[in-house]
């Protein structure tokens, strides 16, 4: 029995008329199995907070990143695993502050915008983090299959990548049954996709399906 982090789907599809009208003419970039947390530090007034030390945590893993927020107070913690993170501001002279429950699929942006306290003491506060529910800084349509998923759902001809009609704008319009297919909007090019594994490309260019096929 494989893993379940390994049988986990996960798919990535660029939206849009535009880019599904580049579809129907190259092969699909390949989905990014990262995300990414950016933002802005201020202190109590709004004023933007230089220097602040930003650490994402991976709380399954234990790995950390940590980054310095700029003389402006942003910051950009880019190309994080996907995961559930915890995010610490820490900087001389204010309270540390804690941001939990930061869930990253693939492809997600989450924004932060978070203010510190003065320290009258040491002390840390903790600050629930929730990710919105629509991601207005990307065009993409994204989102994760589920193992329950897989487990549970019926699979027609045992073709894994028709879960993939689970996300929203997703169609089988144009494809062929031989080599199964998902497109956006209806496009009708069957080499509209990209597979990869554990960020591997998997593709095979002369069929237009993946390389090699797993249970």
Known sequence: MMPTSFRSFRLLLAAGAALAALLLAAPALSAQDSAQIQGAVTDASGAALPGVSVTATNTQT???????????????????????????YAKTGFATTDVTGLVLQIGSVIERHDALKLAAQQAT???????????????????VITSAQIDQLPIANRQYLNLSLLMPGTTQDASRSFYNNVQLGGGSHYYSNSFSVDGVNNNWAEMGEPRENFP
Do not use: C, H, M, W
């Open 62 to 88: 234990g790995a950390a990143r940590t980054v310095q927020a700029g003389a402006d107070g942003r910051f950009l913690l880019p190309d994080l695993p996907l995961g559930t993170y915890s995010l610490r």
């Open 125 to 143: 506060v903790e600050v629930s983090g929730q990710a919105p529910a629509i991601d207005t800084s990307k065009s993409n349509v994204a989102g």
